[in-house]
């Protein structure tokens, strides 16, 4: 055909039914659901993956500031502690005369008691510690630093309420009439930093008063703090909750006024306690560090108290009894099954078996572990053992299952070569093709243990959910693991524990991205293709 | 425990000894002519180990299991009729005590406790001394036979590989075991549940609250046991929150799969596989925190935002969170059955002129749909076993109703609140737990066993 | 060889058809491995062009490329042009969607989608709109059935799966279900492939009658088929296109070497 001719036919009008502007029109309709529906795709994903991300930065924002805690080095009255018997000190007493003297103003009851509770309740209980493994540190000053209150920390971490602090530059005259403080200030100065509905309007309305389930104004004047209660257009008035209030000056210049975010009768800890707490840390005496007893210390019913460490030893336990189970009877039960059995009804029921075990409830598990561990050969409530074989047998179908394909990935030829210079057929086994599946093996192992390390409800089912204050020293020790603990500490009210369960849960995931990423990286180390 | 670590300790230092000797032995036999021996040293020297150890083993297993059940019958046989007039909780009691007592833990209170205890002591001074004979004798025995049986021509191997394959099938036998174990003691202590509460109450009765149940026997406390224990509240709770995981799940992972395998790039699959496999791996505890903490509330407040009484257990927390968390489960399996319909269907439809949208909404899926069916039912067995998540986020109150926005409890929840904490195991209260598990179970497996049956069948098709 | 008597031969009462499609130039790489260089061939109108060659020379990766299937494939690359009426189908502004309407495509395996005989038919008429109502839609699906020639075998079990057919019968649903979309070419790889003797016969007969209203090329590892089916013939051998003709002309009386020993079974 010539170019003449081609040019002559390339004109002729198309016939297609598939070109007419009815089909491009159907076909624009049919791109754009094209399109609706790959949006769709990509909004499910985009779905899925963002549950992820907010899960795990929620959990990350609340978990990692309990890594950190406030201790206080208070000067402390050591003079009464026999150095011959350090284990027999008043400490309790030690604590509250440290932070009491902090504070001599303070003389009503409720006051003292308050002030002490700004420590720890176990801050006794680690002094005596501290002073037992370093005595001398009572000859020095500020060697003990103890734990402040859960309360006192989040304060200080600034989770119990938000404040704006504003300073007036004009002078107010100062009136002191027993607890009672009035300042008053010059017309509008009070209006220029506090917000407009918060001033009365004029000097014809009655004086606002400050309920504890509003505004929460505190005013600083030198060294003195006063926590107003009355607020008219031009004075502020109120009880001083730090200083002396009767060495104040009849008139001062820059006075200071603090408004806290949260009202004080939304929270658990007062005007009082945050003065208390700002003056300690003016002072010099608060550091933050590195959470040690929340690295080192097994449960306590006080948040500040309360450590991961039993938990981690109950896991570690636990796990080590299911591998030690698990992973020879799992290898040994898939070698037969992939390697000997013959294929008659009874290797297929037994595989049948095993992939439904893999699905069966873990909490059925639980049920077994109960009725045959627990309450058929009596063993101990609570013991890593019992919880290990139970886990065991949970694990034991994804050891076999990830096993047989291991080893069905070793091609033939190697068993034909084992077997073709004389071993018998379980030499060629063990000998060849094992080490050949083992990283396939290695890798469902960690896998199979790493979900047993998450597993929870099963062991809830044979009294792991014990309270255990001192480390776990032994397979029949009472123990709890990772998940039950951050089980038990979520169900606490306290705002601490929920940062203590969201810090557990940042221990417990980190330790399953180090599984998980040594089964990866054994994968892509010894991973074969043939 | 620490007894048993000992003996095994003990026991891999026999075997390791009698190992060597073996070996010594066969070398000493063979001479400077190693290849007289059939069978290599090695082989010898775990024939002596596995002939001189492996009975007394299993025998020394054996009696760890049945020493105790076995010194409980000699016990109440020796009582007698002052035995058999004790109740059914005192008579455990009383062996616990007589244990202690015979252990020297406690101090007998009654006389029946002191003849009991007395018979304990008895009974272990005979067997424990019995059972060290016997040991003993199977050991020198099989020491003496080994010892003798070591020579060059002597097929060790054979008896070697026989033990390790007796060995193999043993393992791959435990998992039968298991399930054994599972189905008996479901069945048994169920059995003992229904002897209390009459079986078709329990299964078709609607109010739930088994902490007004009543404790003893006959037919008053029966009837009065049957009213509380009815457990239509607890299905229709777990079915809701399932329902709810199930239309959180299905769409998003079959769609996710469907993107991953149909669209997406190389690239992005190999970066959102991962993170789809991360949140599989996240424990349910976490779930359950993250619902119970921070969905929970949010919910609530939103609720009351908008003028809606929501609880704070909410169904709807619960039941998305979980199926958040079934979400991978859903769309790996999804992934996989969609990646079996062969690469020519695809073509044929594309050959067509089938944008890829109507290839996989008219092609794939239809063909694939038994694989897909059969991945949400594993994600409803799932849901349905699922525990941390509700125990943490959903109610204790067996309420019947449909409403999502209401508290609802779970079978889970309920077999949870009903043992955790409680050491009577003889109450309708905590044998209420097993036949919820047996209900559990039993539908769990027929979910599983069709499920995989037809997704086998499904990959069968396309091979 | 020779003494074929072939229906080519026999029917082409119009002297000269115009070119329905045209390779220029064609060239076509998997990566970094060229499989086809410069191939021009023309697909003249209403006829049967067969397309032969031995085993990986290139000749389905060519008919692949005149519908753009190639593009499912990663790594594939396209250079040169392919013309459908003149207009290149590899440029910007071509619709592939519409492309693999107007060349509908059968394939090597019968793959008739797991759905009921009725519905692969209609299947195409479907996505591309092409009844107005369900009596529309039926009269599509039987006359392509008729036409596929499979009426009388399948008439009575219209909506039972398509897949329960015989290998044979399950080509010809294929064939139905391409021409029920009422496309202007058809493309056709090794059709008869996986089928015996008798379907084969059933199918060429019916590629013949098929060639009245529609362009077909066909990928064919038989001679003899190419010979019985097509009027054009083009040898392919290692990428290249050798020599293409009249089919009576290259298996009578080839010009090249290469295609004289592969018809005559020294290469293959």
Redesign the interface.
Same mark, same amino acid.
């Given at each position: 055909?010539t170019d003449q001719?081609? !040019?002559? #036919?390339?004109?002729?009008e198309?016939?297609?039914?598939?070109?007419t502007s009815d089909?491009?029109g159907?076909?624009k309709r049919?791109?754009r !659901?094209?399109a609706n529906?790959?949006a769709?795709?990509?909004?499910?994903?985009a779905?899925? *993956?963002l549950?992820?991300v907010v $899960?795990l930065s !929620? *959990?990350v924002w609340k978990g990692i500031p309990a890594f950190v805690y406030n201790f206080a080095s208070l000067p402390l009255d050591v003079a009464g502690v026999d150095r011959t018997d350090l284990a027999k000190a008043n400490y309790d007493g030690i604590v509250k005369a440290a932070i009491r003297a902090q504070f001599p103003e303070l003389t009503s009851r409720g006051d003292t008691r308050l002030v002490a509770s700004l420590m720890s309740s176990g801050a006794p209980t680690v002094l005596r510690d501290q002073v037992q493994d370093d005595p001398a540190g009572l000859d020095r000053a500020g060697a003990y630093s103890l734990p402040i209150s859960d309360f006192a920390d989040l304060y200080l971490k600034g989770q119990i309420s938000s404040s704006t602090t504003s300073t007036i530059a004009a002078t107010a005259t100062v009136r002191v009439d027993g607890d009672k403080v009035t300042l008053t200030f010059p017309a509008g100065a009070l209006a220029t930093v506090l917000a407009a509905d918060a001033v009365p309007a004029n000097a014809a309305t009655p004086p606002r008063q400050l309920l504890a389930t509003d505004l929460s104004l505190l005013v600083y004047v030198g060294d003195v703090v006063v926590k107003a209660d009355g607020l008219t257009t031009t004075t502020v008035s109120g009880a001083a909750i730090l200083g002396d209030a009767t060495k104040l000056p009849a008139s001062v210049n820059a006075v200071r006024l603090r408004s806290l975010v949260v009202p004080e009768a939304s929270r658990k800890f007062s005007d009082k306690e945050i003065v208390w707490t700002d003056a300690l840390v003016e002072r010099g005496y608060v550091r933050t560090g590195f959470n040690w007893i929340f690295a080192t210390k097994g449960a306590s019913r006080e948040a500040e108290m309360a450590g991961i460490l039993g938990a981690v030893i109950g896991s570690a336990l636990t796990l080590i009894v299911t591998l030690a189970l698990a992973f020879?009877?799992?290898v040994?039960?898939a +070698?037969?099954?992939e390697e000997?059995?013959p294929r008659n009804r009874w290797t297929t029921?037994?595989e049948?078996?095993?992939?439904?075990?893999a699905?069966?409830?873990? *909490?059925?598990?639980g049920?077994?572990g109960?009725?045959?561990f627990l309450?058929?050969?009596?063993f101990?409530?609570s013991?890593p #053992?019992v919880g290990g074989f139970v886990l065991a047998?949970m694990t034991?179908?994804t050891i +076999?299952i990830a096993s047989r394909v291991a080893l069905r990935s070793v091609p033939p030829s190697i068993r034909e070569g084992a077997l073709g210079i004389g071993a018998?057929r379980?030499q060629a086994v063990f000998h060849h093709v094992l080490p050949l599946a083992m990283p396939g093996i290695l890798t469902g192992a960690i896998i199979g243990m790493?979900r047993a390390?998450?597993?929870?409800?099963p062991l $809830?089912?044979i009294g792991m959910?014990a309270f255990v204050v001192d480390l776990p020293n032994?397979?029949?020790s009472a123990a709890t693991v990772l998940?039950?603990q951050?089980?038990m500490w979520?169900d606490f009210p306290e705002p601490a524990f929920?940062q203590r369960?969201?810090a557990g +849960?940042l221990v $417990?995931?980190v330790f399953?991205v180090a599984m998980?990423l040594t089964a990866i990286i054994l994968r892509r180390r010894f991973e074969r293709r043939w | 425990m620490t007894l048993g670590l000992i003996a095994l300790l003990a026991f891999a230092a026999a075997a390791a000894i009698l190992f060597v000797v073996g070996m010594q032995r066969a070398n000493a036999l063979a001479g400077a002519q190693i290849s007289s021996l059939h069978s290599t040293p090695v082989y010898h020297g775990s024939f002596l180990a596995i002939v001189s150890l492996f009975p007394a083993f299993l025998l020394g297993l054996v009696w760890a299991a049945v020493s105790e059940p076995l010194a409980d019958f000699v016990v109440v046989r020796g009582l007698g009729t002052d035995f058999d007039a004790l109740a059914e909780p005192d008579r455990n009691t009383l062996l616990r005590f007589a244990r202690a007592v015979a252990a020297g833990t406690a101090d007998a209170t009654s006389e029946i406790q002191q003849r009991a205890a007395d018979l304990f002591q008895r009974i272990d001074q005979i067997s424990t001394w019995g059972i060290a004979a016997i040991l003993a004798v199977l050991i020198l025995g099989g020491l003496v036979f080994g010892w003798r049986a070591i020579a060059p021509a002597y097929r060790a191997r054979h008896v070697v590989e026989r033990t390790v394959m007796a060995l193999l099938i043993a393992a791959s036998a435990v998992a039968i075991v298991t399930t054994l174990g599972i189905v008996l003691s479901l069945i048994f202590e169920s059995i003992r549940f229904f002897e209390k509460v009459p079986f078709f109450q329990f299964l078709f009765g609607t109010h739930w609250s088994p902490q007004s149940a009543f404790e003893g026997a006959g037919a008053e406390t029966s009837a009065r046991n049957g009213e509380v224990f009815g457990a239509i509240p607890v299905f229709t709770g777990t079915l809701l929150i399932t329902a709810i995981a199930i239309f959180v799940a299905a769409p998003i992972g079959l769609m996710s799969a469907i993107y991953l395998s149909e669209y997406a790039t190389p690239r992005v699959r190999s970066i959102a596989k991962p993170l789809l496999e991360v949140l599989a791996g996240i424990p349910t505890v976490v779930y359950g925190f993250f619902a119970a903490l921070t969905v929970a509330p949010l919910f609530r407040q939103f609720g009351s935002n908008i003028g809606l009484d929501v609880s704070s257990e909410s169904a709807l927390a619960a039941g998305l969170i979980m199926g958040v968390m079934i979400i991978p489960f859903v769309s790996s399996l999804s992934d996989d059955v969609i990646n079996a319909v062969p690469q020519s269907l695809r073509d044929g439809s594309a050959g067509l002129g089938a944008t890829k949208s109507e290839t996989i909404q008219k092609v794939i899926i239809p063909a694939a749909l038994p694989g897909i069916v059969s991945a949400l039912m594993l994600a409803i067995s799932r849901a349905i076993g699922e525990t941390m998540i509700v125990v943490m986020a959903a109610g204790l109150a067996a309420n019947l109703t449909a409403n999502p926005l209401d508290a609802v409890t779970t079978v889970t929840v309920q077999i949870v609140t009903l043992l955790v904490g409680d050491q009577e195991f003889d109450s309708a209260k905590t044998l209420a737990a097993f036949a919820l598990g047996l209900v559990l179970f039993c539908v769990t497996l027929v979910l599983n066993i069709v499920a995989l049956q037809v997704i086998r069948k499904y990959r069968e098709q396309y091979d | 060889m020779t003494t074929q008597t072939s229906l080519a031969q026999t029917v082409d009462p119009r002297p000269l058809t115009r070119s329905k499609l045209v390779g220029d130039r064609v060239c076509v790489f998997y990566g970094a491995k060229q499989a086809l260089f410069d191939v021009h061939l023309e697909i003249e109108e209403n006829r049967v062009t067969s397309l032969i060659g031995p085993s990986g020379c290139g000749k389905s990766t060519f008919l692949r490329a005149l519908n753009r299937m190639n593009d499912t494939i990663e790594n594939c690359r396209v250079t040169g042009e392919i013309r459908l009426d003149g207009e290149d189908i590899y440029d910007r502004n071509i619709d592939v969607v519409e492309l693999r309407a107007r060349v509908g495509m059968v394939f090597q395996k019968p793959n008739p989608f797991p759905k009921s005989i009725y519905e692969n038919v209609a299947y195409g008429p479907k996505i591309h709109g092409l009844a107005r109502s369900k009596a529309d839609l039926d009269e599509i699906v039987t006359s392509s059935i008729r036409r596929a020639g499979l009426w009388e075998e399948v008439k009575d079990r219209l909506q039972e799966p398509g897949t329960g057919l015989s290998g044979g019968q399950q080509q010809r649903l294929c064939i139905a279900r391409a021409i029920a979309t009422k496309p202007e070419v058809l493309l056709m790889d090794e059709p008869c492939s996986a089928l015996d003797p008798i379907a084969t016969a059933i199918i060429e007969e019916l590629i013949d009658e098929l060639r009245e209203n529609f362009t077909i090329v066909i990928v064919t590892h038989s001679m003899q088929q190419a010979a019985r089916v097509s009027q054009k013939t083009a040898f392919f051998h290692l990428g290249k296109l050798i020599e293409e003709g009249a089919t009576g002309d290259i298996f009578t009386n080839p010009v090249n070497k290469q295609t004289q020993d592969y018809i005559t079974g020294r290469i293959g």
């Open positions: 055909m001719l081609m !040019s002559q #036919y390339a004109t002729a198309t016939r297609s039914i598939h070109t089909a491009r159907r076909l049919r791109y !659901s094209e529906f790959k769709l795709g990509v909004a499910a994903l779905t899925a *993956i549950f992820l $899960l !929620s *959990i020879p009877v799992g040994a039960a +070698i037969y099954l000997f059995a029921f037994i049948v078996n095993i992939n439904n075990l699905a069966v409830p873990s *909490i059925v598990f049920l077994l109960l009725a045959v309450n058929f050969f009596g101990e409530r013991a #053992y047998l034991l179908p +076999i018998s379980l790493a390390l998450g597993e929870t409800a $809830l089912m959910v032994g397979f029949a998940p039950v951050i089980y979520a929920e369960t969201s +849960i $417990l995931l399953l998980n | - | -």
